[in-house]
């Protein structure tokens, strides 16, 4: 009797276990196909570095930046940048290796036209002056830069934490990040690569 009493729990406990295993399994699946609000996933993870291959959250394009751009200070959003690659210039005052490369952003500004968007980014230096001075290139014979820099920016080394500059972030036609580089990477061929992989983007 003892034994038959035995084997009957011992049955019972099995097909419990593999209840609960199965349970167990089927929330881990879950779990695993649907990303958590808090994973930055769907990019709504203001503020958290981005990932490789993750979308910036929704409030990269909607957070309002102070851009200095034609010789004026301006509050500007980056909706305007939104549909089309977008490679952020990560420069300083102090980096005479940064500003030596504003001309190629800008030449590559005239060869790709709208087909791929550059905006420079000082996260560094909060003399404004100082900084219009750079873009202008007031006082050092060099030719003001074409292209729009954010000053002031804490938000986007949020984002793309760095140390040191310059720092090329690459962002596709989606706002997912595809590279984080040094300058080496700022060529023909990775910008050209970039334009041809957009969605209709080949010339």
Not at 172 to 197: C, H, I, K, P
């Amino acid at each position: 009797m003892k034994s038959i009493q035995y084997n009957l729990y011992k049955t019972f406990m099995n097909k419990r276990a593999r209840a609960i295993l199965l349970c167990l399994v089927s929330m881990f699946s879950l779990s695993a196909q649907t990303p958590r609000k808090d994973s930055g996933a769907d990019g709504s993870n203001p503020g958290q570095p981005v990932m490789l291959g993750f979308r910036v959250p929704e409030e990269f394009w909607s957070h309002k930046f102070m851009i200095f751009e034609n010789g004026k200070y301006i509050k500007q959003t980056l909706e305007k940048y939104r549909g089309k690659p977008l490679v952020l210039d990560f420069w300083a005052t102090w980096c005479p290796s940064c500003i030596a490369k504003f001309p190629k952003v800008d030449q590559f500004k005239k060869i790709y036209g709208d087909h791929i968007n550059f905006i420079l980014v000082n996260s560094f230096d909060i003399d404004t002056k100082k900084i219009a001075r750079v873009l202008t290139g007031e006082g050092t014979g060099r030719q003001p830069t074409e292209t729009a820099s954010i000053v002031n920016d804490v938000y986007l080394k949020q984002l793309f934490p760095h140390q040191s500059v310059p720092i090329y972030i690459w962002l596709d036609e989606y706002g997912r990040l595809q590279a984080s580089s040094t300058a080496n990477f700022l060529n023909d061929d990775q910008v050209r690569g970039m334009v041809e992989r957009m969605k209709g983007g080949k010339q």
